[in-house]
């Protein structure tokens, strides 16, 4: 059994981590300083760039590991344009209205890819739990969520494969399920999965437009209480605000009224939600808030010293959220047995 921070004892808990552009950083931060506290990660649930993070995690990065992989990702290269931007304006303009969406994606899949190699991590089978308590088709360490828009449905990947897609989870890729869930609409290329059963071609795209900060995905449906707790670090701001828009200034500049109205309802998706979940007091009670109003969620160009001040915001916000956190009190206000 887990007990309060400040023991010995290695404490368990599971994470969910939400999505946030580029303030991900946060996230690796938060965890790290929850690492520093004892706690070791059971199960990460993660959102865009929460499923990025999350796979670090999930493949077994703690404390500085986590921190240097975090600061040794090039930004930058998240914004690698489709072919179209040989003509600047135009060609990104048209990219919005086709398939394709303003970048292809390919570093930052690649880049997760290579890490979760140096790890060992390859397909989901690499991160499977031996833990029977839990229902077979969730015995992982990662879950990602995504939204596949053809079936018009909520995806948790890996447990969706086998009974959605008749896949088996453990062969499928790590790093292309994140790479779907960080799929931005407007922003980032789709990604395809086809049901070898059916033929149908699904089109997956960011989980948050369903469910950016799904707090509730790892806790039990058996009745049961829970064995430890379940931890939740958000970073997306209340909109309208600094933060709200998803495209580029200079890019909305010229784009007409239309893409602006489809650009807002996007961005409402991705925070609206969880927005008004996020302020019950059974979800506050475990989450950990990033305040950062110092970089845009999808600003790639950043400093090193905004990259440092991002991790640290999370950092202090998990070593905060930990002076007042007390197991045993969440339990009796939150999670009373059904006797």
């Given amino acids: ?6 023991n010995d004892q290695q404490l368990i808990a599971d ?44 493949a077994g990065l703690a404390g500085d590991a986590l921190t240097e992989a975090a600061m040794r990702l090039d930004y930058e290269k998240f914004a690698d344009s489709v072919p179209l931007d040989r003509v600047p304006l135009i060609g990104a303009g048209l990219a919005l209205f086709g398939d394709d969406g303003l970048y292809r ?16 991590v390859r397909t989901f089978g690499d991160l499977a739990l031996d833990d029977p308590q839990l229902p077979p088709s969730r015995r992982y360490k990662l879950v990602v969520t995504c939204a596949d828009i053809t079936l018009g449905r909520l995806i948790q990947l890996p447990w969706d494969f086998e009974p959605v897609y008749g896949l088996d989870p453990n062969e499928q890729s790590v790093a292309d399920a994140v790479r779907a869930s960080m799929s931005i609409p407007l922003l ?38 829970p064995r430890w707790p379940t931890f939740g670090v958000t970073l997306l701001p209340d909109i309208p605000g600094p933060d709200g828009t998803l495209l580029p200034r200079w890019l909305n500049q010229i784009l007409p009224a239309p893409v602006h109205v489809l650009e807002g309802v996007i961005t409402t998706a991705l925070v609206g939600r969880d927005q008004a979940n996020q302020h019950k007091p059974w979800v506050q009670a475990r989450t950990i808030e990033v305040t950062s109003d ?34 045993q009190d969440y339990l009796r206000r939150f999670r009373r047995h059904p006797s």
């Fill in 1 to 6: 059994m887990t007990r309060g921070a400040g």
């Fill in 105 to 120: 994606g390919d570093y930052a899949r690649e880049w997760v890819a290579d890490e979760l190699a140096g790890l060992g």
């Fill in 294 to 327: 110092s970089v845009g969620f999808t600003q790639f160009s950043l400093t090193d010293a905004q990259i440092r001040e991002l991790h640290d915001d999370g950092y202090s916000a998990a070593e905060q959220f930990l002076t007042t956190w007390n197991w």
């Fill in 188 to 225: 980032f290329r789709p990604m395809k999965l086809t049901n070898p059963m059916t033929g149908v071609e699904s089109t997956l795209v960011d989980g948050g437009v369903v469910s950016n900060f799904p707090i509730d995905s790892l806790d039990r449906t058996d009745g049961k209480l």
């Fill in 15 to 58: 994470l969910v981590l939400s999505g946030g552009g580029v303030k991900g950083i946060a996230l690796a931060g938060a965890v790290a300083a929850l690492n520093d506290a004892g706690y070791r990660p059971w199960r990460v649930s993660g959102t865009s760039a929460g499923a990025i993070v999350g796979a670090l995690v999930a």
